[in-house]
């Protein structure tokens, strides 16, 4: 394939994409369990433990109803990443206990979404900051071989707070890589009215996957971040871990979008970005290279 003229720019998902997720995932829950119960539910420990491993097994059970939500929309499916399993796992915990409901909304009294998804998102943040980074074995080769590509300029964004980006490439050696952070891409808004185009399903804003998930491309601050990287560049390619939050809206843009396998990326993830026009399975971090120069 022809490579075209000028820069492109390979925009990283961070967190499960340079980071083994899996192998951080059973801190951050006992984390969020103990912060859950002394801080927050004031809830026995154990209890509170039982009721997150309970839940976590239910949710991924049937992954395609219990899905992280925002403002009404699908943000992910419960099963797309060992962080956003987490992540679902604490919003449905706390949202099918009454009591539990109660005791979030009085800990969030000014909320910015609803109180339990502030609640896990809070949680997110203030917990994954001090988690040690467990860089994938391939992370440092490809940072060094995407800054040294003569058309190719690594861009790290990130639903992550930049800070904890930062410090964490810092450790590798890679504070030029640009990071941008809390590009919130989980972040559904219900009144925008941007369309966009299916080749079978015509005209819309939430597109059928297949017969038990659906994508909502309704996310304009990722638009917007996805737009500003486009504005200087010959071409964009996206790469991360998981499907709905950092990879729906690029390919329904236009934009070649990587799917890193990992150990735990469901089925319906691979086939559906596997057959895509603009998407690629890409079966390990250290062929990132080599995928991106055949998609450009
Ligand atoms: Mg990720």
Redesign the pocket.
């Known amino acids: 394939m022809k490579i075209p003229e000028g820069l492109i720019r390979v925009i990283l998902?961070?967190?499960?994409?340079l980071t083994a997720e899996e192998e951080q995932v059973a801190e951050l829950a006992e984390r969020s369990i103990i912060t859950l119960s002394r801080d927050i539910l004031k809830a026995p420990l154990s209890q509170v433990r039982d009721d997150y491993y309970r839940t976590r097994a239910m949710v991924l059970a049937e992954s395609h109803k219990f899905r992280w939500e925002v403002n009404g929309g699908i943000a992910s499916y419960g099963d797309e990443?060992a962080f956003i399993t987490n992540t679902t796992t604490i919003q449905t915990m706390l949202g099918m206990n009454p009591s539990y409901t109660q005791a979030v909304r009085e800990y969030f009294p000014n909320v910015e979404y609803d109180p339990i998804v502030d609640c896990s998102n809070y949680l997110f943040h203030k917990l994954t900051f001090d988690l040690e980074p467990h860089f994938r074995e391939a992370t440092e080769r490809v940072l060094r071989d995407l800054t040294a590509h003569p058309r190719l300029e690594p861009v790290i964004l990130s639903s992550s707070k930049r800070d904890k980006v930062r410090r964490n490439m810092g450790i590798l050696g890679f504070e030029a890589i640009r990071v941008l952070g809390d590009t919130r891409q989980y972040e559904i808004d219900p009144s925008w009215k941007r369309q966009f185009v299916h080749p079978e399903q015509g005209t819309g804003q939430i597109f059928r996957v297949d017969d038990k998930h659906t994508m909502d491309l309704r996310r304009p601050a990722y638009y917007q971040a996805l737009v500003e990287e486009m504005r200087d560049a010959a071409g964009v390619v996206v790469v991360?871990?998981?499907f709905s939050m950092?990879g729906a809206l690029p390919m329904m843009m236009g934009i070649p979008f990587l799917l890193l396998k990992t150990v735990y990326t469901p089925a319906w993830c691979e086939a559906f970005v596997g057959q895509h026009a603009q998407g690629c399975v890409l079966p390990e971090l250290a062929l990132l290279v080599d995928c991106v120069e055949e998609v450009i």
């Open positions: 998902d961070y967190d499960g994409t990443g991360a871990d998981t950092p």
